[in-house]
């Protein structure tokens, strides 16, 4: 009987009553709205002292989560004396009440706090990790996460998300990989601002929108080495067209805020440098909000050897740095430095401006309590409608990366299946890098997933099998909260012995494997991407079986995988699912949902390799097939990727074919229709993401060999056909030249329209001006 996958209706409950995805500012205020917000800071302003504005520019961190190694005392105090505009890590209706009464109430101006918390894949309902989320390739269902982490948030009186994360990287040994949406800047952008108009809504004003803010301002994702908080050096085309418009994306959606990165940026540190902050991201772009340092960036950009703290702190305002996040540098310098006429008053009113306009826009001035509602924290915090959304989102976002033999889905009857692995019966590590308000207590594991949907119809043997590692090195580098990662009592080797056993008894292995929760994220940096030892030595030994064995991935990153991929029957890839993990895992591993998510970073094979990635320049010296001297290439390793980009498989097949070009001699504004059957030939309804590539081989600049332009995603039945088309306009043949002039060139293009960056049909056309 052929079987049907239907995407889960409940999880899309609202978002019919979301906007579609587009990059437009929709919460951009009219004239007359800017024209009275202004006369109304303007009013404010002229009651304010030096201190008062200062107080404004500064952020504290309440506690609750402390992101850094520096945290603020008497919170209380500075925010009645009005030396505090913002605190961050401070969520609780109770709590965020009680400081912002002591601000409305207590301070002589009566100017309302903005709260912020790092919400990044979901607030207390935790959603996949963004790599995750950018797998789903689905803006929409991006969009509704933003929107539920936001009612989340709002409903725990926080009314500023320090998200999206839009970093652009190529390096997975960055452990921060896990926090964006991977190597592509198209698709990187549209996945910015979709999750902009998520978190914002359609008004600042509504109880329950958040102001996002984009980060980390600019080029943190291309740390050399992939070592965390390293040195960038980059060009400005690199800069221009791989690794700026995401950030782009997000201001001209309308995102609120912006925070700068604690890497240099043409070797002058983010949060002061000028052509940064004020020429790129306000005359060029036109951005109208603030931008806030990361955490104690400023203070460190005396380590950069840039002076001491009144020195940068100077800088900073000056550059347009408007908020200073935990690190007091313009508390404690800046009136200083204003009597030396180091600053000048017209830098500190500009940045004061900004953060009152911030809360203005916000509507904390007409009610500072707007979103402090005991009823909703209780109502709108982890439903059944949020839980669902999470598990429609987890199972979007898994990658099938291997499926031999068609052993994927599982029967959901008879039979059995040995359980391993030390992410097989674990909550602790189901909810990924940023999760400050997820609570993994409350998180499905796999073995309860599967025993939900089977019951007892299929007989599970469970074994933990191996330590998440047993390098107790590494363990104590893991542990930077209590308990993290620790070792079994059991011995290695007996635990491997207990798998084995396991194994023996059943006809298929479930290993589930791959990275605990603190292996990615932020300072999470690592020079051997593979599978932990311990893990591996247990899926060696079970490899002697000669059983099918499925992989169930966890990771945060990209991972070398070429034993798992040569010997495993089939893997797929869940990132850190969230809450709902092991419903997701479960309802996917027995055919539930069947999987349709694509890679958004390259996997490499080797860690040499890297940086890998799809829209790589030619060479003068291309690698091909055949004998490789004096080619770009290895000696020891081939230059391709495990999987590329836009790379995952499905339980049914695809089968495209008759790419056909309206045209393929084309001038100026014409418009160009590339269009492909995409048949399911398999034995299972499916979702595919069709993907539109082009190639620019003759151009001013070397241009890379192929670069995303756009991607439909499609539906189909069982032997169900579909014409996919793309419409190209010269727009999508645009790159910033030499000049830094945005433009496309005439010439020759390559269109090519695939199932990923490597498998694709492809035809040439020549498009004159
Ligand atoms: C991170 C930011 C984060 C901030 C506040 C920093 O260490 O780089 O992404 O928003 O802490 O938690």
């Known amino acids: 009987m052929k079987k049907k996958f239907t995407r889960n209706s409940a999880a899309f409950i609202g978002a019919a009553l979301l906007m579609s995805v587009c990059s437009i500012n929709v919460n951009a205020q009219t004239a007359a709205e800017t024209a009275k917000m202004n006369a109304y800071v303007t009013g404010l302003m002229k009651k304010m002292t030096v201190d008062e504005k200062i107080g404004q520019l500064n952020l504290v961190t309440g506690g609750m989560a402390i992101t850094g190694s520096v945290t603020n005392n008497g919170i209380g105090d500075g925010v009645k004396n009005g030396t505090i505009g913002g605190i961050f890590g401070l969520y609780g209706v109770a709590e965020v009440r009680k400081m912002q009464e002591a601000a409305v109430k207590g301070s002589r101006l009566h100017i309302p706090l903005i709260f912020g918390l790092d919400v990044i894949h979901g607030h207390r309902t935790i959603f996949p990790i963004p790599l995750g989320m950018s797998a789903t390739w689905d803006l929409d269902l991006i969009k509704q996460s933003a929107r539920i982490a936001a009612k989340e948030a709002t409903a725990e009186g926080l009314n500023w998300v320090f998200s999206p994360m839009v970093d652009i990287a190529r390096d997975a040994r960055w452990g921060r990989i896990s926090e964006g949406s991977g190597e592509d800047p198209y698709l990187g952008g549209r996945i910015a601002a979709a999750m902009v108009h998520g978190y914002q809504g359609t008004s600042l004003k509504n109880a329950d929108a958040v102001m996002a803010c984009v980060k980390h301002f600019a080029l943190y994702g291309a740390a050399e080495a992939g070592r965390e908080y390293n040195t960038v050096d980059m060009s400005r085309l690199a800069m221009y067209n791989y690794y700026l418009p995401p950030y782009k994306a997000a201001v001209d959606a309308g995102v609120g805020s912006i925070m700068s990165s604690f890497n240099v940026v043409d070797g002058v540190p983010s949060t002061v440098n000028k052509w940064l902050l004020t020429d790129l991201l306000r005359k060029q772009w036109g951005f109208k909000g603030f931008v806030v340092s990361d955490y104690t960036s400023l203070n460190e950009v005396t380590n950069h050897g840039l002076g001491d703290l009144k020195t940068v702190s100077s800088r900073a305002i000056n550059a347009g740095l408007d908020m200073d996040m935990v690190g007091e540098g313009y508390l404690k310098t800046l009136k200083k430095s204003l009597q030396e006429k180091k600053v000048s008053m017209a830098d500190i009113d500009r940045a004061c ?27 709108d915090i982890m439903t059944v409608a949020n839980r669902v959304a999470a598990r429609s989102a987890a199972e979007h976002s898994f990658v099938l990366l291997k499926n031999d033999d068609q052993i994927l889905p599982l029967k959901k009857t008879g039979g059995s299946i040995a359980l391993v692995g030390p992410l097989a019966n674990n909550k602790r590590d189901m909810l990924g890098t940023w999760v400050i308000g997820g609570e993994w207590e409350k998180s499905v594991s796999v073995m ?294 945005y433009d496309w060139e005439p010439g020759k293009f390559i269109i090519e329209v695939g199932t990923n960056s490597e498998i694709t049909e492809s035809a040439t056309v020549n498009w004159m001006k």
């Open 448 to 741: 309860e997933g599967i025993e939900r949907v089977v019951g007892d119809k299929v007989k599970i043997n469970y074994a933990k099998g191996s330590n998440i590692t047993d390098d107790t090195t590494f363990i104590k580098r893991l542990n930077f909260g209590p308990g993290m990662v620790s070792l079994d009592k059991e011995s290695p080797e007996d635990m491997i012995e207990d798998a084995v056993k396991a194994a023996k008894r059943s006809d298929i292995i479930v290993a589930v494997v791959g990275e605990s929760q603190s292996m990615s994220g932020e300072s999470s940096s690592r020079s051997d991407i593979s599978i932990p030892e311990s893990q591996q030595k247990m899926l060696r030994e079970l490899k002697k079986l000669h059983k099918p064995m499925v992989l169930v991935l966890f990771n945060g990153r990209p991972l070398t995988l070429q034993w798992e991929n040569d010997n495993a029957t089939a893997i797929l890839d869940v990132w850190a699912p969230g809450t709902e993990a092991g419903n997701a895992i479960a309802n996917v591993l027995f055919g539930n949902y069947n999987p349709s998510g694509k890679l958004t970073t390259t996997f490499p094979r080797s860690v040499g390799q890297i940086p890998l990635y799809y829209n790589h320049l030619n060479t003068g010296r291309p690698y091909t097939t055949g004998p490789t001297k004096f080619k770009s290439n290895y000696l020891d390793i081939d230059n391709s990727p495990l999987y590329p980009f836009g790379y995952g498989l499905s339980y049914t097949k695809f089968q495209y074919s008759n790419l056909k070009l309206s045209k393929t001699n084309l001038k100026g504004n014409e418009t160009l229709t590339a269009t492909i059957t995409v048949a399911n030939t398999g034995n299972y309804t499916g979702e595919e993401t069709v993907q539109l590539y082009i190639g620019d081989p003759e151009a001013s600049i070397s241009r890379p060999v192929k670069e995303l332009k756009d991607f439909k995603k499609i539906t189909l039945q069982v032997g169900q056909k579909k014409d996919v088309s793309f419409t190209i306009t010269p727009d999508k043949l645009k790159f910033f030249n030499s000049n830094l002039k």
């Open 353 to 379: 401006r900004l953060i009152l306009e911030a809360k203005y826009k916000l509507g904390l001035f007409d009610n500072p309590y707007k979103s402090l509602d005991a009823a909703r924290e209780k109502s």
